[in-house]
């Protein structure tokens, strides 16, 4: 199950665009663990450090 699809890179301090799939604001805005999948391969855990909702959007910019 997917909970939200990274659109684009944001800015030059490292943080991205993620466009939201869930109904829970709280899973992009709140720090602690998340797991990260690429495809077919292996998720992997990092710590989400930063989230802010996109006024009028369903996306967020977060930092890991």
């Given at each position: 199950?997917?909970?939200?699809?990274?659109?684009?890179?944001?800015?030059?301090?490292?943080?991205?665009?993620?466009?939201?799939?869930?109904?829970?604001e709280?899973?992009?805005?709140?720090?602690?663990?998340?797991?990260?999948q690429?495809?077919?391969?292996?998720?992997?855990?990092?710590?989400?450090?930063?989230?802010?909702?996109?006024?009028?959007?369903?996306?967020f910019?977060?930092?890991?």
């Amino acid at each position: 199950m997917f909970v939200g699809l990274i659109v684009s890179p944001h800015g030059i301090k490292g943080k991205i665009k993620v466009k939201s799939l869930s109904d829970f604001e709280e899973r992009f805005t709140e720090p602690g663990k998340r797991w990260i999948q690429k495809g077919n391969e292996k998720p992997a855990e990092l710590e989400l450090i930063y989230g802010l909702k996109q006024p009028g959007k369903e996306s967020f910019i977060v930092s890991f």
